[in-house]
C-alpha cells in the first residue's frame, strides 16, 4: 500500500539527549514536511523539503535538524537545544510543491515525551 | 494576528443537527483551502479542498468568499461519527514554493 509511515509511534528523551524521528514515504512524492502539534493548537512548520539534498527551515525550526538524503526519507532530529521538546510530531508529502491542487498527506505521527 | 484563525470551539451539537465552522485568512495571496478533519490523537486527514467560491460532498459543504477572506464549512445532519477537531489550511505561495497554514483547529462533539 502506498503511504507514510512514522517511526517510532512514541518516543521517550531524556534531558540533554538528541533523538531521531523516522518518516518514509512511497508515493514518490517531492516534497516532505515535518509539522509540531501541541494541545489545542494548529500544527506548526519546523522544516521542509523540495527536493533530496535540500531543505528550508519552517517557523519554528530552532533545535531541530532534518536531512533529505533519499527521496522517501526525511528524518528529524530532535536535539537537546530544543528546550520543549514534548509534543505530537507529524510527517506529510506532497507530490509537488508548486501546484496549488495538490495535498499534503501525513503520516500517523510521533509523540515525544521528555522524561 | 494569526495567518488563519478559526472559531475557538467546541462545538457541542445534537445528532441530526447543521453545524458551521467559520475561519478567517489574513494573506491575501493564499490561493487555495483546505479542510481538514482530525481525530483525537490521530493525523489530519483531507475533507475537501476550496478552489473557487466553493465545494459540496454530501453532507458537506464549504465556501469561499475572497472579498471577505473567509471560508466556512457545512455539515448537515451531523452524525455521530462527524466528532472530531477540523482544521481550516490555507495555501500560499512561499520562497519559490508552497506552503500551507493551519488555524488551530474546531472541536465538534456530536451526542446521541
Known amino acids: 500500500d502506498g503511504g507514510i509511515t512514522q517511526s517510532p509511534k512514541y518516543l521517550f528523551r531524556k534531558e540533554g539527549q538528541n533523538v531521531t524521528l523516522s518518516c518514509e514515504q512511497n508515493?514518490?512524492?517531492?516534497?516532505m514536511y515535518w509539522y509540531r502539534q501541541d494541545p489545542g493548537q494548529g500544527l506548526r512548520l519546523i522544516y521542509y523539503?523540495?527536493?533530496?539534498?535540500?531543505?528550508q527551515k519552517g517557523d519554528i525550526a530552532e533545535g531541530y535538524s532534518v536531512s533529505r538524503e533519499k527521496k522517501e526519507s526525511f528524518p528529524l532530529t530532535v536535539t537537546s537545544a530544543q528546550k520543549n521538546p514534548t509534543a505530537f510530531y507529524l510527517c506529510?508529502?506532497?507530490?509537488?510543491?508548486?501546484?496549488?491542487?495538490?495535498?499534503?498527506?501525513f503520516g500517523p505521527g510521533t509523540r515525544l515525551l521528555v522524561l | 494576528r494569526k495567518e488563519v484563525e478559526q472559531d475557538p470551539g467546541p462545538f457541542n451539537v445534537p445528532e441530526g443537527a447543521t453545524v458551521a465552522f467559520n475561519c478567517t485568512y489574513s494573506n491575501s495571496a493564499s490561493q487555495s483551502f483546505f479542510w481538514y478533519r482530525q481525530d483525537c490523537r490521530k493525523e489530519p486527514k483531507l475533507l475537501m479542498s476550496v478552489y473557487s467560491s466553493g465545494n459540496e460532498d454530501g453532507r458537506f459543504t464549504a465556501q469561499l468568499n475572497r472579498a471577505s477572506q473567509y471560508i466556512s464549512l457545512l455539515i448537515r445532519d451531523s452524525k455521530l461519527s462527524d466528532s472530531a477537531t477540523y482544521l481550516c489550511?490555507?495555501?500560499?505561495?512561499?520562497?519559490?514554493?508552497?506552503?500551507?497554514?493551519f488555524g488551530q483547529g474546531t472541536e465538534l462533539s456530536v451526542k446521541p
Open positions: 508515493l514518490n512524492h517531492d516534497a
Open positions: 523539503s523540495q527536493i533530496v539534498n535540500d531543505f
Open positions: 489550511v490555507a495555501w500560499s505561495l512561499y520562497n519559490q514554493g508552497g506552503k500551507l497554514i
Open positions: 506529510a508529502s506532497q507530490s509537488r510543491l508548486r501546484d496549488r491542487a495538490e495535498t499534503q498527506y
